[in-house]
């Protein structure tokens, strides 16, 4: 099975410009976090999607938002940019449930490196 | 607040020996508790988990333990190998909340 993929790789924004990025989860996957990696901090969850459905979300202000498809594919929409988001966007998949049990073990893309100038 | 925290961003060890990488909790109500491990340029890969009703899980070189009433949960690399040189992450998960909790990561070097 072919794994996550993340478009695009790298980007560059200038701060206040918008930017969107994608996630196509493995296929059958069904659920679709994502997350922020900066140094020292960690992995900080964004959203997560299931089903269309946004069934969490983290501390991030309203200028980040996201959304599924009816497909998994999901996206990612940072508006008005700062330098501050500068950083590391992960999108992992996960089975979920399936066959009466619990999948919890995520599967994760390459990321995009986006850069805020 | 940190729920998971890793207090050593960075461990060197020989290669042969044993690397320990530590992780502390604060939430008793995680369920599960997973290591990943973590190469530049590449996103994170799933290692091996805990469930919250155990106390230890081998696979190969790997053992992670679980020691709750400390809320600490360690991984064990045996031998370590330079292919092992990564960023590893801990991290926690609940049931319902669909949401995993990451500790900051902890650099291990080994030494050739």
């Known amino acids: 099975k072919a794994g996550v993929t993340q478009t695009p790789r790298y980007l560059i924004k200038t701060r206040g410009q918008q930017v969107t990025l994608s996630c196509s989860p493995i296929?059958?996957?069904?659920?679709v976090s994502w997350y922020q990696q900066t140094p020292g901090q960690g992995l900080q969850f964004l959203f997560e999607?299931?089903?269309?459905?946004?069934?969490n979300k983290g501390n991030f202000p309203g200028r980040f938002s996201g959304r599924q498809f009816s497909n998994s594919r999901s996206e990612m929409n940072v508006s008005t940019l700062e330098l501050g988001d500068s950083a590391l966007y992960l999108c992992?998949?996960?089975?979920?449930?399936?066959?009466?049990?619990?999948?919890?073990?995520?599967?994760f893309g390459p990321g995009t490196r986006l850069t805020v100038t | 607040d940190q729920q998971v925290k890793q207090n050593s961003p960075s461990l060197s060890v020989q290669e042969g020996r044993i690397s320990i990488l530590n992780c502390d909790y604060t939430?008793?109500?995680?369920?599960?508790f997973l290591w990943y491990k973590k190469y530049p340029a590449e996103g994170p890969t799933f290692l091996i988990s805990?469930?919250?009703?155990?106390d230890k899980n081998e696979d190969g070189r790997f053992t992670v333990f679980l020691n709750k009433s400390a809320k600490h949960l360690s991984l064990h690399i045996v031998p370590s190998q330079p292919g092992d040189s990564a960023v590893y992450f801990c991290a926690a998960w609940t049931s319902g909340t669909y949401k995993y909790i990451f500790g900051t990561g902890t650099r291990l070097k080994v030494l050739a």
């Open positions: 805990i469930s919250s009703i155990k």
């Open positions: 296929s059958g996957h069904r659920s």
């Open positions: 999607y299931f089903s269309e459905t946004q069934r």
């Open positions: 939430n008793s109500m995680f369920d599960y």
């Open positions: 992992a998949s996960s089975l979920a449930a399936s066959g009466g049990r619990t999948h919890y073990e995520q599967y």
